[in-house]
């Protein structure tokens, strides 16, 4: 169901304090084709992983997203809305 309607975050893990949490991600398609390492430029977010076609990757500065990637990110819980909307809009490189 989350691949018919991706919008939004997925919360998939968070840590005792409560301060950092792993989410699933959905971004603007302007960033298929990018590197990963733009999120990361981005935001104040990491890319812990992504999951291809079914397999889960650890990405480097060179992976390129694709279309259909899912997208895991850490990030401090109370920066989770900034970085949602930093994704869900057209990209920007700085």
Not at 5 to 29: F, I, N, Q
């Given at each position: 169901m989350r691949r018919l309607?991706?919008?939004?975050?997925?919360?998939?893990?968070?840590?005792?304090?409560?301060?950092?949490?792993?989410?699933?991600?959905?971004?603007?398609?302007s960033w298929y084709g990018e590197a990963f390492s733009l999120i990361e430029k981005n935001t104040s977010a990491r890319v812990a992983f992504i999951t291809r076609l079914g397999e889960a990757l650890l990405p480097d500065e060179h992976t390129v997203l694709q279309e259909g990637d899912l997208v895991h990110l850490l990030i401090e819980e109370k920066k989770v809305s900034a970085v949602e909307k930093t994704l869900a809009a057209a990209i920007e490189v700085k």
């Open positions: 309607a991706p919008d939004g975050t997925k919360s998939e893990w968070r840590d005792a304090s409560g301060t950092v949490v792993l989410v699933e991600v959905s971004l603007h398609k």
